[in-house]
């Protein structure tokens, strides 16, 4: 592998490289090796100031007309050229996602095209926001007629996590600017490269100054003061739920909109009636992708008794074949967790699970082969009841529990038994099945015969403690746009409620 060198950036304000007001910086950590490998510099509130600041000006320069006000088409053309520039550095890009947080160099690059494809998107949306300006309402009375505009929200604070670092920003990214607003985003303090390179590329592309700031830092420093600012007017977040119930309580107190992505513990059930082979892999593709730190990962395997000992044999073996390795080597399918912390998390889940009495069928342990790096073997773990941890609580890392069922009201209702909503799984040959299966979950995202594939024109989001809001397609669009009503009298006669005064 060629030397990967990860560039020297500073925060994006204004349309400028701009040193941190208190000079402070954090570490860059490859989970593979633990080395530092660079530095990124740390926003604190007064960052956060002179962000906000820029994001407000650029917002409102020449009455709007540069930006929030253009047409859609124009700002397509940015966006346009955004997705063209990720595409030219796709490979450069996809090699500091993966040194960055640790995922294989083969995802990376798909998600390096996904961020090209969602940018490509917008600008689509972007365009057809024009044509949908002033549509027409229908009203009960004939004196009057009125339509709707949609317009930007304004300055918007889009907050991310580590797991996909550049994606989960571009979904909130390229739908903002398609609408008109201007942001300041604040990418995760574990994985912030690639949003920086983003930074660069918007600098590349001529994006006018202050449409788009990255501010990279910790989330108490840098998160905590964009979520409570009284100039942002809407806050979109993904990550943990507890960080999410934080930001919407600061945001609260000012009457201050926001969309939230959070946790999940999602279900796959799996039918009887399956192909074996081919169930066993999108299980393992449902839990065990992107390093198994994907907020939908069907992390909570159901399967029908009927065919649980095969079943449950040929998915040890499965996940036992995996390739772990660094991100960087040919055919590697799980790399390290994202950082120590994480790492120390997922083996504390592991311990937790057995001093409950669950089994570990296979994994959850650090690899032999691999003596460093932030490395946990694919863990499968059954014997599981519904009180215990591994059962509720969202690991984020690459363990998997599994339940028997013998009906399908029993597999819903586990299915069904947990806090969060974001995301369930059902596999069977009968399509009926799958067809009551998905109406019966209570989730935001159902996949049927299936388990993960993400299209960016489909609505993504959750229910319950998983969030609220939908990113993505046309529902991504309209989180940054308001609805404006204009209703106008056309009558020529007086409107006749008051008696006119005497002419004396
Ligand atoms: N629903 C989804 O689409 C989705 C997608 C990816 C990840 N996730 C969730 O994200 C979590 C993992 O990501 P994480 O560990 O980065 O989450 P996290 O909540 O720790 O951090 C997310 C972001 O919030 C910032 N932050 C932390 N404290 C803050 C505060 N007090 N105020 C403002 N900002 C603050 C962090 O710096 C980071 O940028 C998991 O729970 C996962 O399920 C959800
Ligand atoms: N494929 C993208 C999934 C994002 C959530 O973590
Ligand atoms: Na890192």
């Known amino acids: ?7 020297r950036r500073q925060l994006f304000i204004g349309g400028q490289w701009t040193e941190p007001v208190r000079r402070k910086t954090l570490p860059i950590v490859n989970p593979a090796t633990e080395d530092i490998i660079g530095y990124i510099p740390a926003a604190t509130s007064e960052d956060v100031e002179l962000a906000v600041e820029a994001a407000r000006k650029a917002l409102t320069r020449n009455k709007g007309k540069d930006w929030a006000k253009a047409s859609g088409a124009v700002r397509a053309r940015y966006l346009r050229a955004i997705a063209a520039k ?12 993966a040194i960055d947080c640790g995922k294989p160099l083969d995802e990376a690059a798909w998600d390096m095209d996904d961020v090209a494809g969602c940018f490509e998107y917008y600008a689509d949306l972007a365009e057809g926001l024009d044509a949908k300006q002033k549509a ?6 004939d004196t009057f007629k009125g339509y709707v505009l949609k317009e930007p929200i304004g300055v918007v604070g889009l907050i991310t996590p580590w ?9 909130k990214v390229a739908p903002s ?4 607003c201007t942001a300041i985003l604040k990418p995760s303090e574990l994985a912030s490269v690639t949003c920086l390179e983003l930074a660069d590329i918007c600098r590349e592309v001529g994006l006018p100054p202050g449409v788009l700031n990255v501010l990279t830092g910790l989330g108490t420093e840098a998160g905590a003061p964009l979520a409570s600012h009284p100039n942002v007017d809407k806050i979109v977040f993904t990550g943990s739920t507890a960080t999410g119930s934080s930001i919407m309580t600061s945001a609260a107190r000012l009457v201050k909109p926001v969309s939230l992505e959070l946790g999940g513990k999602s279900p796959i059930i799996v039918f009887d009636d399956v192909e074996i082979d081919k169930a066993v892999e999108w299980t393992m593709f449902g839990c065990f992708w992107t ?19 095969e079943f449950l044999d040929k998915l040890v073996k499965w996940t036992k074949n995996i390739k772990i ?14 950082s120590k912390g994480q790492y120390e998390r997922v083996l504390k889940f592991i311990s937790n699970a057995r001093n409950e009495g669950a ?14 790096g932030y490395y946990v073997e694919p863990g499968i773990i059954s014997n599981v009841t519904t009180s215990m941890e591994i059962w509720r609580e969202e690991v984020f890392g690459p363990l998997l529990c599994v339940k028997t069922f013998s009906t399908e009201d029993e597999a819903i209702h586990l299915a069904n038994d947990s806090q969060y909503g974001l995301a369930g799984a059902v596999l069977s040959n009968d399509l009926e099945k799958c067809d009551r299966v998905s109406k019966a979950l209570e989730a935001g995202i159902v996949w049927v015969n299936c388990s993960q594939p993400c299209f960016t024109q489909a609505p993504w989001g959750g229910t319950k403690r998983s969030g609220f809001g939908r990113e993505l397609g046309e529902w991504g669009l309209e989180n940054y746009l308001s609805v404006k009503q204009v209703t106008q009298y056309i009558s020529d006669e007086p409107w006749g409620w008051y008696k006119p005064p005497s002419k004396l």
């Open 136 to 141: 027409p309402l229908s009203l009960p009375l």
């Open 359 to 372: 089994t570990v069928l296979c994994g959850g342990t650090r690899p032999e082969h691999l003596k460093k």
């Open 1 to 7: 592998m060629a030397a990967i060198t990860v560039p």
């Open 86 to 97: 990720v595409t030219e550095r796709k490979s450069e890009l996809a090699n500091l996602e």
């Open 291 to 309: 390093n198994g730190q994907i907020c939908s990962a069907t992390s909570r395997l159901l399967v029908h008794e009927r065919i649980a000992d």
């Open 325 to 338: 390795s660094d991100p960087f080597e040919e055919g590697c399918r799980l790399g390290p967790v994202v």
């Open 177 to 180: 600017l398609a609408a008109g």
């Open 163 to 171: 797991n996909y670092p550049l994606l989960m920003a571009v979904w």
